[in-house]
């Protein structure tokens, strides 16, 4: 069945690089993507994977593994900015192209 | 200003009222979806209009009544609601339904049903 795992919440200090994982079980595979959302904010888009590797975007990358149904985004030189919670979303052909969606994880980033 | 808006950012109404939130998109998309948003939870599609067709219900009470006038605003009509219908309602569109760039969304309206 659908099924989307991330982390509930993160702490990571300011300066430094945080992971943030997700994994997925989904059937018909057609893209991963990255949204941020700040308190009372709509969610923005990060990024986008389709393909197995490494996609750097300035201080943010993410990262797929399809035959691991893995993902993680790296946020790296962190800045309080940052403090948001990060969706991590599938999207399923079997599905009629709908976004299936992870919980969130809420990343404090500390001084 | 995100392309999508939301209005209004705040509701409050009781389980008798009727209200409606709307959304409109800037963008030149020609899909359009609604999406309820609670704490810790992922989100939970509700609708989905392709050409201003509704493509998508998934299983929502009916309640709630969408409607799609063109391609630019989509509307969520709300009657008799249950207090465990509070939540962020979150619009978003999309160039079509596969787009590398996902959804735009709109700020959402938060609704407290009292």
């Known amino acids: 069945g659908q099924n989307i795992d991330q982390p509930t919440e993160m702490t990571a200090t300011e300066g430094a690089i945080v992971q943030i994982n997700c994994t997925y079980q989904?059937?018909?595979?057609?893209?991963l993507f990255w949204y941020q959302q700040h308190a009372g904010e709509a969610p923005t888009f990060l990024s986008y994977?389709?393909l197995d590797g490494l996609e750097e975007k300035g201080r943010f990358s993410s990262f797929l593994s399809r035959s691991k149904g893995y993902s993680y985004l790296l946020l790296k030189e962190l800045q309080m900015k940052d403090s948001a919670s990060y969706l991590c979303?599938?999207?399923?052909?079997?599905?009629?192209?709908?976004?299936?969606w992870g919980a969130g994880t809420k990343l404090i980033i500390k001084p | 200003e995100t392309g999508v808006t939301q209005t209004p950012r705040h509701l409050v109404m009781g389980m008798t009222n009727k209200k409606s939130l709307k959304c409109e998109q800037h963008?030149?998309?020609?899909?359009m979806y609604w999406y309820k948003q609670s704490a810790k939870k992922p989100l939970e599609l509700m609708f989905v209009?392709?050409?201003?067709?509704?493509?998508e219900n998934n299983s929502v009470p009916s309640r709630f009544s969408p409607e799609c006038p063109n391609s630019s605003h989509l509307f969520l009509h709300l009657h008799t609601l249950q207090p465990e219908d509070s939540a962020l309602y979150l619009c978003?569109?999309?160039?079509?339904?596969?787009?590398?760039?996902?959804?735009?969304f709109g700020s959402g309206t938060r609704l407290t049903v009292v």
């Open positions: 978003a569109s999309s160039q079509g339904r596969d787009s590398i760039y996902g959804y735009t």
């Open positions: 994977n389709v």
């Open positions: 963008l030149g998309h020609n899909a």
């Open positions: 989904t059937s018909g595979f057609n893209g």
């Open positions: 979303a599938v999207r399923e052909k079997d599905s009629n192209y709908q976004l299936i």
């Open positions: 209009y392709s050409l201003e067709e509704r493509v």
